[in-house]
């Protein structure tokens, strides 16, 4: 009975040559890094330095007298009314020349542009206003 009748090992290639030499050079490497990066010298402390601390952050917190929602380049919610940037303009004359120099808190959304939100800053500017700018974030709906 024969017992191999195709006679494969005639066909196969000899064994390849021995890579443990890349064994043993990938563990030199390992253990250099590990020694390189465990180190005193790597993972030495930096310098310590303390932030500064309010006393009471109350005391100093800056409370703006009207608030703006700029919707758009062209809609201003400001009081219960709906301006545009000419009468908004007129409109926070009127309540500047009442209540005097006031702090404005400008909240912004997505939808306003870039040269909107300049030209609302000039035009609060130029009535008293010192402009805080408040970017909101977009409704859990959009």
Avoid: W
Wanted: charged share 20%; net charge neutral; proline share 7%.
């Amino acid at each position: 009975m024969i017992t191999q009748p195709f006679e494969f090992e005639k066909h196969l290639r000899p064994p390849p040559r021995s890579f443990d030499v890349f064994f043993y050079v990938n563990v030199g490497v390992l253990a250099l890094f590990l020694t390189l990066f465990t180190s005193k010298f790597v993972l030495a402390p930096g310098p310590r330095f303390e932030l500064p601390v309010v006393p009471n952050p109350l005391e100093t917190a800056q409370v703006a007298d009207l608030v703006v929602n700029l919707q758009r380049d062209n809609l201003i919610l400001f009081e219960g009314g709906r301006y545009s940037m000419d009468g908004f303009k007129q409109r926070l004359g009127e309540v500047v020349a009442a209540k005097g120099a006031t702090r404005l808190l400008l909240r912004v959304d997505k939808q306003t542009s870039a040269q909107a939100l300049v030209t609302f800053t000039s035009v609060a500017t130029a009535a008293g206003c010192d402009v805080q700018i408040a970017a909101e974030a977009p409704a859990a709906g959009n």
